[in-house]
């Protein structure tokens, strides 16, 4: 065993790197200061005995280090594998298939490693006591192993007192064997790669550390969310695949894609339905001509709009029945804004409160406004204010157009951001709420982030941020805040503590067609 020239850095968090062989310690090496963390690259030895001694050797050793990473060359065994590629554990198995352990963090380092670049993923890495060729790999895949070392499980199953990553760039596969010409590139791929990730464990190094997990509520699925959800899981069940549905029923790309393999198919206009055809409506409406054109091509629809958005849409047409001139608080381009426009034509849209004096409306006649459903609930009374200087009679709805879950949801956060050293707002990045969410805490002084999932959080992020803030937007599935808090639990032991404003108990009853 040898120990590569140590320079730590005072006060920088220390990140342990146990690499195998000297070739892979080099690769990884030379020791020292590499981004926010000081990497103490040990060659632990080839083979589970050595790397066992060694384990318990480096574990003993005073003065634990911030994180620990198990890095080196791997064989391929899940088809699609290639040298250079780099596989993160998310799970160790023993060379029975036995599980050993589940390591939690694994998505976000492979977020970082992506973005540097590398083609990496999460991956179930096999340890064997000795060198795997041939046939051998097929029957060690059907383990459930994505790649094949000699020392990983070994290495992680010392008592390090810190958080542990497992990765394995891959230098060998059916195509490239070991000891062959092309393994001996693969080799050289696979240490090369090894090479550019020490940026990324330098980076998950200094997020590592205990910390305190703040969670929103309420937070995810809506009532709405959940209506539309569920309408075209009914329609699917009942009218079979494909069911057409326009626009994406709720902004959420994981919920779009799970619908889309249950058989759903996703058009942006009718026009790429073929005239008959079953259509559902997004959750966020559709305009009378977008009705009309189904209509008249004798398709069947099922409209998901959400309750409180048809609510809009009717008052709308109230204020326009009363000869009221109309305008729309909403964000250009946005479905529901469309929606909206579309069923009182020659409402006009304003944004933002500088808008106003641009509208192309007479002030001094009677003008009513309308807003979208998921805007903030500060934004909008600047907007207000703005109309309310320039119109002479100017009505507005009854109650706020801005909806329970927005307004539930910005106030959850508002109550929590103050208190976080940031803030991670879970939701697709056209989600208008979710996009709101992110602005609430900022308002409030947060650092503030978008992430559609977990492998979008950035371990910069998390560098010091001893309290994390989670939310979710409207339109995120719960179980995408639970693989967050999962990661989080990854870089090292949390506390999860509830800020709940309140619970939400509304329900939507389905349309007619899926009842
Ligand atoms: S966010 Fe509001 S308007 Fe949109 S679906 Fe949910 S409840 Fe309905």
Known sequence: MESHNRVITAGAPRLLVLAPLRLEAIALGPSGKVGPADLDVERAGMGLARAGASARRLSAVPGPP?????????????????PGDVVVADRLLDDQGREVARLASAPLLVGELVRDGLRARTGTVLSTGHLVSGSQRAALAALGADVVDMESTALAGADWGAPLAVLRAVSDSPGAELFSPAGVVGALKGLRSLRRCRRALADWAAAAGPRQVLLAEPRSFCAGVERAIETVERALQRYGAPVYVRRQIVHNAHVVSRLESAGAVFVEELAEVPDGSRVVFSAHGVGDSVHDEARLRQMPTIDATCPLVTKIHNEARRFAAAGRQLVLIGHAGHDEVEGTLGTVPGTKLVSVADDVVHLELDATKPTAFVTQ??????EVMTVVGALERHFTDLARPAASDICYASQNRQEAVREMAADCDVVIVVGSHNSSNSNRLVEVARRCGARAHLVDNQADL???WLAGARRV????????????????????????PISIEERSTGHENVSFPLPPEVR
């Open 373 to 378: 459903t998921t805007l903030a609930t500060d």
């Open 66 to 82: 911030a994180a620990v990473v198990v890095a080196g060359l791997g064989g391929a065994l899940a088809p699609g594998l290639v």
């Open 469 to 492: 803030g989670v939310t979710a937007g409207a339109s995120a599935p719960p179980e995408l805040v639970q693989q967050v808090v999962d990661c989080l639990a990854g870089l090292g």
């Open 458 to 460: 950035r371990l910069s």
